[in-house]
């Protein structure tokens, strides 16, 4: 089943895939479609976690504990604040270990998305909470309510989310995962530590007066940026039975999508096919005037609808654009549905404006 | 001028400040504002270069030459497309070259943005067309006045943005610059090249049929990220003269300020002040579900209307919600404009709706 995801994403350029020489292994990094992806992923991160709107999180650079001064010190001394970072990293395996370890993982499928990526590609992302003792148990609760709810909004199926039981330490740490089923196993996501005494910070730095001094607890929450890249693959991949063949795609949410909009020509001669060509050019300007993402692919009327739709739906886009010899005599386009294969009929100046609205929510 | 910039910016968490110890020269990183500054630079970059409304470009790994690959696969071997990669990289000076630099630098005012901050900081940002030998010279000049754009949408004074005249090397490849124009010189930001025979590809990869066969013409803009940041805190600051004093602030496009909206009270006494605080923060949860960056200390009332104005203007943030006695009895609150400093009055429940449409627009 992993296998399978990982073929088709390759195919379609959300991961590259490249044999290892020797012993003929298969290794994989982040294609062009994919970084789009992954932009869109480190964006809705900075959205929860940096705008997050319960409290006001600064963003750092490697060195925390300055950006801790600062954030104190821009709170007059007041809790609570946040500050997260994003840290490209390297875990440093010798080759052999790499090739023994892909061997494992791809043969027994029980795989940890966060090495599965080559490691240069790697980020860190971490946030930590300074809060009250008062208030650190239940907002700890509700943070990580609030997680689940982030990996669970952007799902094709949210039930396979969870949160693990608190495992406790004795000096008062507390431990929650994040983790989402699938057919080859758990797989773990993100962490969620409260800490009564984190040592990343003097206890002089934690130190704040509110009534009398006390001693601020922190609460982290830390995801690696390839896990969430791969786990979004793994999540939107979909396998639907479709007029007695099988359609295999990719169900990225609507916010995901690397791209939100692509057109499907068919015209009955060239003369048509050449006007259609152009006027979807046109309306794919509009739409990335919009900063809408939109693919627009030449030329691709050579193709008949169904592998039109089939290429789109395997890149993920939610909606696609039929323009056919009718468009021509009316402006009348239709709007293909990616999940339901429906189509609805909008006039063509209406385009714009109606997809705007389709992606402005959640 | 520069200097003075450099030390607002470091006192507001634009830049960070860090003197090196033997000899006692500032050194630049970025703050956690600078952070927040930074990422709207690189999702403007990213709607301009990526979500390009002419043609169809995709975000590349370190790897180009892959991307390129399957970008030309993509495009079932039609010009034009692009590719854009955004790298980290270093320089390495030693530090003795490091401290000689700075000294010299911030003598004479004669630096280069690129080196001004920490290096290790650093990101190219880099962007290439690959467009038919026809069309190379009529998209460079497009591309130029595209670019140069882009520059001048968000400058508080657009006429400082200039491109140098053409320079043409032996083999035809050109290259333009564009530059602002500072009190302190002439500041390089951005290198566009028109290449007929780019070497970081092959002349079998650049091959193309199109009616006959041909070889792909490069046309490739290149910035780094730190020069962005360094050149929009620049052309932010300004210094305005203002009631009989001067008022230091930085001018921030509404696109690019680090936050969007603050929060200033003044309340008669205590019991009201705390009123208002919980109304403010009401709101800012509510601007912030709606993905508006926004800043809100607590207690900031015990400072005065005119300090907390100042504050604000200084971290530039556009508009400041005004909260008031008058606020608690009938619902009317002043939003005040970082830029002309007048007030608007308008009802509390229209606020979120109004300042999204404040920031809709460029």
């Given at each position: 089943m992993l296998n399978k995801i990982l073929e088709l994403a390759s195919?379609?350029?959300?991961?590259?895939k490249t044999l290892l020489p020797k012993v003929k292994i298969d290794q994989f990094n982040i294609g062009p479609i994919g970084l789009l992806l992954q932009n869109n992923l480190k964006l809705e991160w900075f959205y929860n976690v940096i705008i997050n709107k319960d409290i006001t999180v600064f963003p750092s650079d490697n060195n925390m504990s300055d950006t801790f001064d600062y954030a104190k010190d821009f709170c007059s001394q007041k809790l609570p604040f946040g500050i997260a970072e994003m840290k490209a990293y390297k875990k440093s395996y010798n080759s052999d270990e790499i090739i023994e370890y892909y061997k494992k993982a791809i043969d027994t499928e029980k795989l940890c998305f966060e090495d599965l990526l080559r490691h240069e590609e790697n980020m860190l992302m971490k946030c930590t909470i300074f809060i009250t003792p008062n208030n650190s148990t239940s907002f700890f609760h509700q943070w990580q309510?609030?997680?689940?709810?982030?990996?669970?909004?952007?799902?094709?199926?949210?039930?396979?989310?969870?949160?693990?039981?608190?495992?406790?330490?004795?000096?008062?740490t507390q431990f929650v995962e994040i983790s989402a089923k699938y057919d080859w196993g758990s797989q773990s996501l993100e962490t969620l530590v409260l800490d009564k005494q984190d040592r990343n910070y003097s206890s002089n730095q934690l130190q704040f007066k509110e009534k009398k001094f006390m001693q601020a607890h922190t609460i982290t929450s830390q995801v690696n940026l390839s896990t969430i890249l791969l786990n979004s693959i793994c999540d939107a991949f979909d396998e639907a039975p479709f007029q007695d063949k099988k359609r295999l795609l990719f169900r990225f949410h609507r916010k995901l999508a690397p791209y939100k909009i692509s057109f499907a020509l068919s015209g009955s001669n060239q003369a048509s096919?050449?006007?259609?060509?152009?006027?979807?050019m046109y309306l794919c300007k509009q739409l990335r005037s919009n900063h809408i993402s939109t693919?627009?692919?030449p030329n691709s009327s050579?193709?008949?609808l169904d592998s039109q739709y089939?290429?789109?739906?395997?890149?993920?886009i939610p909606y696609t654009v039929l323009l056919n010899g009718n468009t021509l005599k009316n402006g009348i386009i239709s709007l293909r549905s990616r999940d339901t294969t429906l189509k609805e009929q909008i006039h063509v100046t209406e385009l714009v404006p109606y997809v705007e609205k389709l992606y402005r929510n959640y």
């Open positions: 195919k379609n350029g959300l991961l590259k309510r609030q997680r689940r709810m982030w990996w669970r909004k952007f799902s094709a199926s949210p039930g396979k989310y969870s949160l693990s039981d608190i495992r406790s330490e004795e000096d008062g096919l050449a006007e259609l060509n152009d006027l979807a693919l627009f692919i050579r193709l008949t089939q290429q789109y739906d395997q890149l993920g």
